[in-house]
């Protein structure tokens, strides 16, 4: 009978130890889930959207998370989209850029158990964490190399709307120019528009019949247009936000880089290692490796620009210049 009771109890133990055992392996092994709403313009714009798209698919391939999308062409609204990421119970939800951030602060309101990651923008909302970027800091360097090596000694820079992220690039694109090449003449105008290439190209053509040899966009898809009219008429331009070479490889001397894959997969993994985000507001600039330039390409640059461009990168990096907003 005693032995019959000790074996009673053994098989008890050995079923709670193994339970046990199974839900622990299940909590680590559970899968992190990520959600994320694009911006107007959407996947395929060759910049912010895409790159959004490719710190995913490295975190998914990496991680071992899952990531669903949504973009405005399928939901008609954002608040819509964001709802549907909050139905799919993702332990993360990521809206792309500062269009987005009135629709994500109205759903993170009413959902306050759900966590957000906000791009391009500052909430002070407590389930939302923020990513912004020292987009002055990779322009600047832009100019520089704009103004060095202008021989019309006339540049241009395109926005596309007039709000305070767009400035941030033209301003430092401006006093990069500047402070290699203070009487360097430097054509302004913001389009308005994010998403249209003709009004683009139309203003590229402008600024060529005008002189500029180099243009800087920093207009989304509106940019795209100003790069191929650049192309098309054997001057020089720039990308933004990833390295746009491939789009016009006789005119694209280099691009500002923002490093928005690597902000969401660094973000995505502290998540996934340690089950939170740590800083409310993340400000990430050359020294944080948030933004950069691509590779100088098609130009010839003598070794005392080199050294010149590197010496700016350092002291940006250093605090030693200080770019004005």
């Not at 098989?11 to 299940?26: F, K, P, T």
């Not at 993360?92 to 009413?110: D, H, M, P, R, Y």
């Amino acid at each position: 009978m005693r032995k019959h009771i000790i074996l009673w109890i053994t098989l008890i133990l050995a079923s709670v130890l193994s339970a046990c055992s199974n839900n622990d392996a299940n909590s680590e092994n559970k899968q992190i889930k990520i959600g994320i709403m694009f911006s107007d313009a959407g996947l395929g714009d060759q910049s912010f959207s895409d790159l959004g798209f490719a710190g995913l698919e490295k975190a998914r391939d990496e991680l071992n998370v899952s990531f669903d999308y949504r973009e405005i062409k399928h939901t008609d609204t954002y608040e819509k989209g964001f709802e549907e990421l909050i139905e799919q119970e993702n332990d993360l939800i990521i809206g792309l850029g500062f269009s987005v951030q009135e629709s994500l602060e109205k759903v993170a309101n009413e959902n306050p158990k759900t966590t957000f990651l906000l791009i391009d923008g500052k909430s002070d909302l407590p389930n939302v964490y923020n990513v912004s970027f020292k987009e002055e800091e990779a322009s600047y360097l832009i100019g520089a190399l704009a103004g060095l090596k202008t021989t019309t000694n006339v540049v241009g820079f395109v926005g596309g709307e007039e709000i305070p992220l767009i400035k941030k690039f033209e301003s430092g694109f401006i006093q990069g120019v500047k402070s290699v090449n203070p009487e360097a003449e430097v054509l302004s105008k913001f389009s308005g528009s994010f998403s249209d290439d003709k009004l683009g190209a139309s203003i590229a053509n402008e600024m060529i019949s005008a002189k500029a040899d180099f243009i800087y966009p920093a207009a989304g898809f509106t940019g795209v247009g100003v790069i191929l009219e650049s192309q098309r008429a054997g001057t020089y331009s720039f990308g933004v936000d990833s390295d746009q070479f491939y789009l016009a490889e006789k005119a694209v001397v280099s691009s500002m880089l923002k490093q928005v894959d690597i902000a969401i997969y660094t973000t995505v993994k502290e998540l996934v290692e340690t089950g939170n985000i740590s800083e409310k507001n993340q400000e990430l600039g050359i020294k944080e490796n948030g933004v950069n330039i691509a590779p100088i390409r098609i130009i010839k640059l003598s070794s005392s620009e080199k050294n010149m461009l590197e010496k700016i990168k350092e002291d940006i990096s250093n605090g030693s210049i200080i770019i004005k907003e």
